[in-house]
């Protein structure tokens, strides 16, 4: 219930902006819906439970199984936004509302078949998992705050290059582990193992400093192709699995003036 009463407060919030923003009849704001997608690279992070698996071959004295050293995780969004313009149309200053999944599988290393989850440990008794790998999906709702610098041109030039600097702030709103099993007579087993794994921290935010291009004239509607290098998760325990160094991504939107919708 909370988690709905945010999201219904988010977009009323939102909407009294747009509203108001439009009744200043000399700034020709703008409307838009964005798509966009990420891939973050880093460490990784091993939960406690991972125990690692002799090897196969009778010859080699030493246990594999672990995950390996490096991990990715994959950001898709889409969203809205209004996009204030200034300095004669120089510079862009948008918030909005997004709406984002984060997820990252973790799974063996060495092309292992799988490692071994420590599922209970009872007085001497301790039974344990196979597990060929975790995939870990995060859902959030988010704010992104983002400030774009257009290159001089024509004023009224159909293709403009720009330079962006933005920021998401994300609230997670749910979590999804799911458990590939060695041995599919351990399905019975997900959800015990499904909250061993736990969940990230309630808030992260996503930095991306951006180069685009957009097409379309001033009274138009405008799309903006843009790439983003390099990207920062940042928070404490954004994400399960992964200790994260740096992200690349590309987000595709559609602009339209506002003075199109409300009259």
């Not at 919030?13 to 891939?39: C, P, T």
């Not at 200034?86 to 799988?114: C, M, Q, T, V």
């Not at 200790?243 to 991504?249: E, N, S």
Request: charged share 20%; glycine share 8%; hydrophobic share 40%.
């Amino acid at each position: 219930m909370k988690k709905w009463r945010i999201i219904i407060s988010s977009c009323l919030f939102f909407s009294v902006i747009l509203v108001q923003a439009q009744e200043k009849k000399k700034v020709n704001g703008r409307i838009g819906f964005e798509f966009g997608i990420s891939s973050v690279f880093g460490g990784t992070v091993t939960p406690d439970r991972i125990r690692a698996n002799k090897s196969m071959y009778e010859y080699d004295d030493f246990y594999c199984g672990f995950p390996g050293p490096d991990q990715d995780a994959e950001i898709i969004y889409g969203g809205i936004k209004y996009e204030y313009p200034l300095w004669e149309n120089r510079l862009g200053l948008s918030a909005g509302l997004r709406f984002s999944k984060i997820s990252s599988e973790i799974s063996p290393d060495w092309s292992y078949s799988h490692f071994l989850w420590l599922f209970r440990q009872e007085g001497q008794n301790t039974d344990y998992l196979s597990i060929r790998s975790i995939t870990q999906k995060n859902y959030y709702l988010g704010v992104p705050l983002e400030l774009r610098y257009f290159f001089p041109r024509r004023s009224d030039s159909f293709f403009k290059q720009y330079v962006k600097l933005g920021v998401a702030v994300n609230y997670r709103l749910s979590t999804e582990n799911s458990i590939a099993f060695y041995n599919n007579e351990m399905t019975q087993y997900a959800d015990a193992v499904g909250k061993q794994v736990g969940k990230p921290a309630s808030f992260n935010a996503y930095v991306y400093p951006a180069y685009g291009f957009r097409l379309g004239r001033i009274k138009d509607f405008w799309l903006n192709l843009e790439f983003q290098f390099p990207g920062f998760l940042a928070g404490k325990k954004a994400h399960s699995f992964i200790r994260q160094d740096f992200g690349v991504g590309m987000q595709m939107s559609l602009q339209m003036p506002l003075s199109k919708i409300i009259k």
